[in-house]
Each structure stands twice: as C-alpha cells, then as structure tokens.
T-cell receptor
Framework: EPEVTQTPSHQVTQMGQEVILRCVPI?????FYWYRQILGQKVEFLVS????????KSEIFDDQFSVERPDGSNFTLKIRSTKLEDSAMYFC???????????FGPGTRLTVL | QKEVEQNSGPLSVPEGAIASLNCTYSDRGSQSFFWYRQYSGKSPELIMFIYSNGDKEDGRFTAQLNKASQYVSLLIRDSQPSDSATYLCAVTGGGFKTIFGAGTRLFVKA
C-alpha cells in the first residue's frame, strides 16, 4: 500500500540554524500539507501546497518557514532560523483532492537546543 | 477563530463495550469531517471520513454527523484493548485548512 515517507525521523539542531524536513508524498496525490504537533498539544495546520504554490497557510507559517517541491517526488519544509519553540513533531500529509482524505507520514521529531 | 472541541478524557470502557466519542465544531461552513487515531509518538491514522448528515458505518466504526447541531461522533463497537489511543476529530471547510481537535484519550480495559 502506498504511503507518505518522511526523513529524517529525528533532527536535532542548535537554535538559529536552518533545517530542512523532507517528505515523499503518495505518488498520484496532488495536494500536500505540513502540520506540527508540539508535545502534548493539538495537531496544527501549517501550510497546504497545490500546483507548485502555497494554497493556504496558517498564522504559524511566518517568514521563517518555506516549502518547496524541488522535483516530482519530494516536498520539503525549511525553517530558516530555528527557535526553541519550533521543537515539535512535524507531519507531512498528502491527498488526491482538496477535501479528500489526507494520509500522514510518520513524522519528523525536531529538537531545537 | 474556527475551533474543534473534544472532551480530553480519558474515556475508559471495558473490552467488548461500545465507546462513544464526540466532537463539536464552530464553523458552519465546514464540509468534510474526519476521525483519526493516534498512538503515542505516532502519526495520525485515518479511521473514517464523513461528508453528509447521518451515519456512516465501516466495520466496528460508525461516524455520525449532524450539521445543524455542528456535531460529529464516532462509535466503536466491540472495543478492543488495541483500540486504546487518542482519537482526533478533524474538520475541513471550504479552503485547504484542516483543523484538529485536541483529541480524546480512550482506554479499553481487558
């Protein structure tokens, strides 16, 4: 069964460093998403991406964040200058229609020291 | 601010019983409704989605939607210890943003 994959599974970085989180969505899906979940808190929407552009973003997704689909398979989330409060699980998801089912990857645990 | 509210629990039921999980949402324009299961340290796993008022059944799971009351529920029949997890209600409106509730923790006692 096709699945969303994410790398790395765990990323440790120093405050102020740039990190890139990588995702490979399900191959025939057209909509891509990033979410984050701070330990013990809700899953929070960050951004959605369709047709090579951001379709919607939350207030969390400020200028420190960017997304890119550099090739036909990868979807990346970049955090330019990490803060302690960026420590969280980051989930990538994909779907084949805007309001259809979103399938989640296993997540990347980001720890900012 | 669009909200999705769930009772945090924990909800404790004996093995074989019916577990009933509830969710309310604030945005009347919401169109798609999802239930995810999340085990500790893992990603959300889709259980069911529902778009129309009424009931939708899939195996031991039944989702119920009442748009007039802005209410979604999930029933789990014949609950098993492996059903012990946090259940997330998620709602999508006319845009791309999906809003999650904080989740209800379910414990199924063997």
């Amino acid at each position: 069964e096709p699945e969303v994959t994410q790398t790395p599974s765990h990323q440790v970085t120093q405050m102020g460093q740039e990190v890139i989180l990588r995702c490979v969505p399900i191959s025939n899906h057209l909509y891509f998403y990033w979410y984050r979940q701070i330990l013990g808190q809700k899953v929070e929407f960050l951004v959605s991406f369709y047709n090579n552009e951001i379709s919607e973003k939350s207030e969390i997704f400020d200028d420190q964040f960017s997304v890119e689909r550099p090739d036909g398979s990868n979807f990346t989330l970049k955090i330019r200058s990490t803060k302690l409060e960026d420590s969280a699980m980051y989930f990538c998801a994909s779907s084949d229609a805007r309001t259809d089912t979103q399938y989640f990857g296993p997540g990347t645990r980001l720890t900012v020291l | 601010q669009k909200e999705v509210e769930q009772n945090s629990g924990p909800l404790s039921v004996p093995e074989g019983a019916i577990a009933s999980l509830n969710c309310t949402y604030s945005d009347r324009g919401s169109q798609s409704f999802f239930w995810y299961r999340q085990y500790s340290g893992k990603s959300p796993e889709l259980i069911m989605f529902i778009y129309s008022n009424g009931d939708k059944e899939d195996g031991r799971f039944t989702a119920q939607l009442n748009k007039a009351s802005q209410y979604v529920s999930l029933l789990i029949r014949d609950s098993q210890p492996s059903d012990s997890a946090t259940y997330l209600c998620a709602v999508t409106g006319g845009g791309f943003k999906t809003i999650f509730g904080a989740g209800t923790r379910l414990f199924v006692k063997a």
